[in-house]
């Protein structure tokens, strides 16, 4: 049985700093790509960074330069580093695997929820 389990979510003040968790278990995450994305209230799910199977990394433009995307391989685990946060950043937080093989396989994480204070 796959699982992802995001922690580390919590409540913060604006310019604090967070570091989210996913742990994997059931997958070899070498051959996944590995995501967090974030819901708002009332707004659609965007994709916040993107480790790809090989290392490369990708971020939305409202989180470059203050997020960092990381994996662990060896641990079946990614991060995302959060720094100069800001209310706009509240959200709930989910990771996401998707296969970099086929046969395609998406998996999805419970969430963490992450409130920013002005």
């Known amino acids: 049985q796959v699982q992802l389990v995001e922690s580390g979510g919590g409540l913060v003040q604006a310019g604090g700093s967070l570091r989210l968790s996913c742990a994997a278990s059931g997958l070899i995450i070498n051959n996944f790509n590995m995501a967090w994305y974030r819901q708002a209230p009332g707004k659609e799910r965007e994709l916040v960074a993107r480790t790809e199977f090989l290392g490369r990394t990708t971020y939305a433009d409202s989180v470059t330069g203050r997020f960092t995307i990381s994996r662990d391989n060896a641990n079946s685990a990614i991060y995302l580093q959060m720094n100069s946060l800001k209310p706009e950043d509240t959200a709930v937080y989910y990771c996401?695997?998707?296969?970099?093989?086929?046969?395609?396989?998406?998996?999805w994480g419970q969430g963490t929820q992450v409130t920013v204070s002005s």
């Open positions: 996401n695997g998707d296969s970099a093989f086929r046969p395609v396989r998406t998996y």
